[in-house]
């Protein structure tokens, strides 16, 4: 199983970023999908997830409403959309797969830097 993070760059405070999670060797449309964040010194924290159909979605109150995660199953890619980014989102971006939403994940990718400059 690989999931290849993509996207991360540097960005302006209030700028954007989209970042994508292409999978492979699962069956995507089988997995809850999520994003986390590790920024230095601190410990991963989630950020957002989507379940198998993308009908249901969930974010940490740190991102809402400025983050949105969605996914194309038919492309085995998940996807977070970041708009109005701030310094404090600076952070190693991981995408990661679990069988079902709620659960403990079964495989991460290697991670994206995402640094938002004041």
């Known amino acids: 199983v690989q999931l290849q993070a993509s996207g991360g760059g540097l960005v302006q405070a209030g700028g954007s970023l989209r970042l994508s999670c292409a999978a492979s060797?699962?069956?995507?449309?089988?997995?809850?999908m999520g994003w986390f964040r590790q920024a230095p010194g601190k410990e991963r924290e989630f950020v957002a997830a989507?379940?198998?159909?993308?009908?249901?979605?969930y974010y940490a109150d740190s991102v809402k409403g400025r983050f949105t995660i969605f996914r194309d199953n038919a492309k085995n890619t998940v996807y977070l959309q970041m708009n109005s980014l701030k310094p404090e989102d600076t952070a190693v971006y991981y995408c990661?797969?679990?069988?079902?939403?709620?659960?403990?994940?079964?495989?991460w990718g290697q991670g994206t830097q995402v640094t938002v400059s004041s």
């Open positions: 990661a797969a679990a069988t079902m939403i709620g659960g403990e994940y079964d495989y």
């Open positions: 060797g699962l069956t995507f449309s089988n997995y809850a």
């Open positions: 989507i379940s198998w159909t993308g009908g249901s979605t």
